[in-house]
Structures are given as structure tokens and as C-alpha cells.
């Protein structure tokens, strides 16, 4: 995002440059003369260290957002609020592509013969049904996107046959615009929370207990000054800030978190789900998930969003998506419960390639927030620029949030679904497949071998693939720990 934003900057201030320039030179040729030389002199003699050309060596030391998070950090004693996430990118999907069937297993004829169709829950009373394997991810009311923001969001996934999320606030404008609604349970501690009110957890299509996310990890944020709006919906008074703890109130072990799962598992038909931001201790995590047995688990990797956070959470903690799902995957499958527990994908996805490899490597279904913001700027962000960025739209602090068309944002985000869900169509008639979630591991190879061992999928510059004749298909509990050459045929 930055630095979509930071090139065309740059052109601009040389082309206004420029453009000065010749203006300077056809009114006073003596003085752009003496203004030039007196330029290039004082480039080429004086002390490196004193002129414009040591630029070149600073900003190849730290790009030009380094610098400029660093000179913000100069003007306040407080940590920076870095809008929509990481720059970073730690999941190399690039080096991962799909393998043609052609001869040896021949392509899908017919497009149409293809499902998309994913099930959240199928052991539970009520599962979770969707045409499509891409939902909205959670982003909040009051302290990100406006009501109207979140309306579009519901609207926008009604219409192409996927669920949303509430994250952490519940809206009944939401939940009563939404044909399938996730609602969170979470860490925030104001009185109208979906935890403090079974009432708004018995219309949830699935219940999503938050305990951390790839942006945030689980450290406290909040909203110190709601606006009447967001007070209102939150249940708080007049200079009462909106405060989201660092962990879910009440829960203080292991034992307490196994205790509220099991206790909503019991009380609600619908899907129980986790989400978490994966660590190096994620087998750790694992083995407290299992024994409270989720019905799923989201995997908020560390390219996920946010409206804002500390640079600091979002650049410097935290698993890649790639790998967390990868990991997951393997540890459920090794532990013989991969069937009753889904897996979902979030952070930094933003092509229907990409759904389809997270999917392939393990993943049921797939969370988007920052795409989907996206696919509604293009079809309302005209009603700003230039004055302002697109995304300023959809914030409830923005002054532009009420000039947001519902209708026109909602299709927006609806066509870019369809969209997307037409080249998963492709993609899967490509590898021979019927069904989505027949897509594996064995339809990839890695370009190199550090992203072969983190997907675990084969790798290109392991020559043995190519000599052996009997390799295809691949056998059937194909991992990253098991990458020995297949025993050759004659």
C-alpha cells in the first residue's frame, strides 16, 4: 500500500520539477545558468557528507517508509498506529505453482462439473454451508469501519454465497443484513459484547472465540474516545474508553479457555471455532486447542490487517501464513483429528492463486479483509480521490464515512467474489480435479527448496523427480518429512 502510494509521489514532484525548471530557464536563461552550476558544483565538490547525493546511500540503507515511520516517532513519546498491516512479505507464494495435468492424468472437461461448495462444522447440528471457500474476515465496527461499512460487507457476501464476520462488536443492522454471520467472541470489555449476551450468540450461523490475531498478536488496544455512535452500540458512558484486554476476560489458564469451549460447544449447534496468531509455540497452542476440540481454527498469519497497530506487532511477531498452515495441516493430520477440525487461512491473501495454494496445503476455506476492502474501493473510491485515499471511506473516525454507497460498494465486493471464484474454477479444471477441496499438496512444486520444506510440497532442484518414471501420482501421505525418492518402476 505504501508504496503504491509513494512512487506516483515521487513522479509527481519530479515532473512539478521539472516543469519549474524549463519554466525558470525560458524566463531567466542567466539565472537557471547560475543556479545550475552553482548545483552541480556544490554535487561534485563538496565533502560527500555534506550534499544531496549522500541521499543515495541513506535510503539504500532503509526504504523511505523507514524514514518516515522514524521522523513520526520523533514527534510523539507513543507508538505508531500504522494503518492496514505489514509491508512485509513473508509468504512467498510466488515460489509455489501448480502442476497441469495433461497427459499422464488428463484435465476436467467441462468447468461446470466443478464445486466450490464448503462446509464449516459438517459433525455439528447446524454447520456452516457456503457456496464459496472465501469468506469476510473480522473487521470491526467503531474502532475501524463504519456501520455502513459493514452493512456493504454483508450485503456484498449474501450475494455471492459466503459468510462474514462481526469481529468485535456486534451490530443487530449487521446480523439482520447477513444471511450467514460469524459472530466473535473476544477480548473486548465493554458491556454490549457478544460474551456478555447469549441472546446475541444464539442468532450466530458460527461462534469465533478471538484470542489473537497476526497484526495485533494478543497485546491490549483500544479506543480512547468512541464517538456517540460507536458508545452507544458498545454500551459505554460519556469519556469511557473502548478497551480491548490482552486476554479474554475471565480466562486465566489453559483449563479456563478448555472449559469455555467445551461450555459453548454445549450450548450452541453451530460451529465453535479459535482463531489465533501463530507462533514458534504453535504445537504448544495445538495441543491445548485439541483438547478442547473446536470445530475449527483460523490462522491469522503475520501479513494479516488491521486498521492500526504498532509497526512493531505487525512487522516483528509472528508465523507466515504459509507456514502455519502448513504446520497445522501436518500436526492434526499426525495426531488423527484432521477430519472433525476445519482449518481456515487469513492474513496477506489476495489472489484466487493464492486461496487455491493455501487450500492445497491444507487449508478448508479462506478469511479476506484487506482484498475485500479493496474490491469496494474500486467501485466507490472515485467518490474521494484525489483528496483523499479510497480506504477513508470505510473508517467510523473518517469525515467521509457517510458518503459511502452501500448498494455500489456491496456489488463491488460481490463481482470480485465471482470473479475470483471463476479462476478457482479454472485452476482446479487445470489439475483434473472436480471438487476444491480435492486440491493437495501433490498438485505443487516449490521453485525452491526453503519454501519446499515450509509448504511441504517437492521442490524443483531435487533431480531425482525428473528420473523417476513411476513417481506420478504421488503417494497418498505425501509431507515435508517424508521427501525420500519414490522407488523406481521397470
Not at 513522479?11 to 524549463?22: C, F, K, S
Not at 475501524?144 to 456493504?152: C, G, I, N, V, Y
Not at 482484498?371 to 470505510?394: D, I, K, N, R
Amino acid at each position: 500500500m505504501f508504496w503504491a502510494i509513494f512512487w506516483p509521489m515521487v513522479a509527481a514532484i519530479l515532473a512539478v520539477g521539472i516543469v519549474l525548471t524549463l519554466a525558470m530557464w525560458r524566463l531567466d536563461p542567466w539565472l537557471f545558468n547560475r543556479v545550475g552550476d552553482r548545483m552541480l558544483k556544490g554535487l561534485l565538490t563538496t565533502t560527500y557528507t555534506q550534499n544531496l547525493g549522500s541521499m543515495i546511500s541513506l535510503l539504500r540503507r532503509a526504504n523511505p517508509q523507514t524514514f518516515y515511520e522514524n521522523m513520526l516517532r520523533s514527534q510523539k513519546a507513543s507508538s505508531l498506529s500504522r494503518p492496514m498491516g505489514t509491508p512485509l512479505v513473508f509468504s512467498h507464494w510466488e515460489q509455489l505453482v501448480f502442476n497441469p495435468a495433461q497427459l499422464a492424468k488428463f484435465p476436467t472437461e467441462n468447468r461446470d462439473q466443478i464445486s466450490l461448495k464448503t462446509v464449516i462444522g459438517r459433525h455439528c447440528d447446524k454447520p456452516l454451508k457456503l457456496e464459496i471457500p472465501i469468506l469476510i474476515a473480522a473487521m470491526s465496527y467503531g474502532g475501524a469501519l463504519s456501520l455502513k461499512t459493514k452493512l456493504a460487507l454483508a450485503h456484498g457476501a449474501n450475494l455471492a454465497g459466503t459468510a462474514t464476520n462481526t469481529g468485535e462488536a456486534y451490530l443487530p443492522e449487521e446480523r439482520q443484513a447477513a444471511k450467514k454471520l460469524i459472530i466473535q467472541y473476544h477480548r473486548g470489555t465493554w458491556p454490549l459484547s457478544a460474551q456478555n449476551h447469549s441472546e446475541y450468540l444464539e442468532t450466530a450461523d458460527a461462534i469465533e472465540i478471538q484470542i489473537g490475531q497476526g497484526a495485533q498478536a494478543a497485546a491490549a488496544m483500544g479506543t480512547a474516545e468512541p464517538d456517540p455512535e460507536m458508545r452507544r452500540y458498545f454500551g459505554l458512558k460519556e469519556g469511557e474508553p473502548a478497551v480491548i484486554a490482552s486476554r479474554l476476560q475471565g480466562i486465566d489458564s489453559a483449563k479456563d479457555f478448555i472449559k469455555l469451549v467445551r461450555k459453548l460447544k454445549q450450548r450452541y449447534a453451530v460451529p465453535i471455532g479459535i482463531k489465533i496468531a501463530p507462533s514458534g509455540w504453535l504445537n504448544d497452542d495445538l495441543d491445548v486447542l485439541l483438547e478442547a476440540e473446536p470445530t475449527f481454527i483460523v490462522l491469522d498469519g503475520g501479513e494479516g490487517g488491521t486498521h492500526g497497530g504498532p509497526p512493531i506487532l505487525q512487522d516483528d511477531f509472528g508465523l507466515p501464513t504459509m507456514a502455519a498452515v502448513a504446520w497445522t495441516d501436518e500436526y492434526l493430520k499426525d495426531h488423527g483429528v484432521r477430519h472433525a477440525i476445519n482449518l481456515i487461512a487469513a492474513g496477506g491473501l489476495r489472489t484466487p492463486g493464492e486461496f487455491l495454494k493455501a487450500m492445497a496445503i491444507g487449508a478448508d476455506a479462506i478469511y479476506i479483509g484487506f482484498a475485500a476492502l479493496m474490491a469496494m474501493a474500486s467501485t466507490v473510491g472515485q467518490q474521494v480521490l484525489p483528496y483523499a485515499p479510497p480506504e477513508a471511506l470505510f473508517y467510523q473516525s473518517g469525515r467521509y464515512k457517510n458518503r459511502l454507497d452501500v448498494n455500489r460498494a456491496a456489488h463491488g465486493l460481490a463481482t470480485f467474489l465471482q470473479s475470483a471464484a471463476d479462476e478457482l474454477r479454472y485452476g482446479i479444471q487445470s489439475l483434473g480435479k472436480h471438487n476444491v477441496h480435492d486440491v493437495n499438496r501433490h498438485d505443487l512444486i516449490a521453485l525452491d527448496p526453503w519454501t519446499a520444506e515450509i509448504a511441504g510440497v517437492r521442490s524443483l532442484v531435487r533431480p531425482w523427480i525428473a528420473q523417476a518414471p513411476g513417481y506420478y501420482p504421488a503417494p497418498p501421505e505425501f509431507s515435508s518429512r517424508n521427501l525420500e525418492p519414490p522407488t523406481r518402476t521397470h
